[in-house]
């Protein structure tokens, strides 16, 4: 069985293709089901952070998740001006 390696000489979205047919022929290889869009993505992402190739930053929001810069719209703030979540802003 072939190993997936990113290319970095390809496009994200063509690494992300070839990842995919991949991924494809493996799991019907085991009688799975493919994967739909959303979850190849989500899994794509996950395993091969996007990174900005000047800097060599990963550029992936996922840190954020519960932590005060967690992109939301239901943030307010207390009187020591914390964040609190789940309450309107309003």
């Known amino acids: ?3 997936f390696e990113y290319n970095d000489e390809q ?3 063509g690494n992300f293709d070839r990842w ?5 022929r493996e799991r019907f290889q085991y ?5 739909s869009s959303e979850q190849a993505i989500s899994i794509f992402d996950k395993q091969y952070p996007k990174i900005n ?3 060599g930053i990963t550029i992936n929001d996922e840190w954020r ?7 939301e719209d239901n943030w307010s703030y207390d ?5 609190v979540k789940g309450e309107s802003n309003e």
């Open 20 to 24: 995919k047919q991949m991924n494809n």
């Open 79 to 83: 009187a020591n001006g914390a964040p």
């Open 11 to 13: 496009s994200r979205s």
């Open 53 to 55: 190739m000047e800097s």
């Open 31 to 35: 009688n799975e089901r493919p994967l």
């Open 1 to 3: 069985m072939d190993k």
């Open 65 to 71: 998740k519960g932590t005060f810069w967690e992109r």
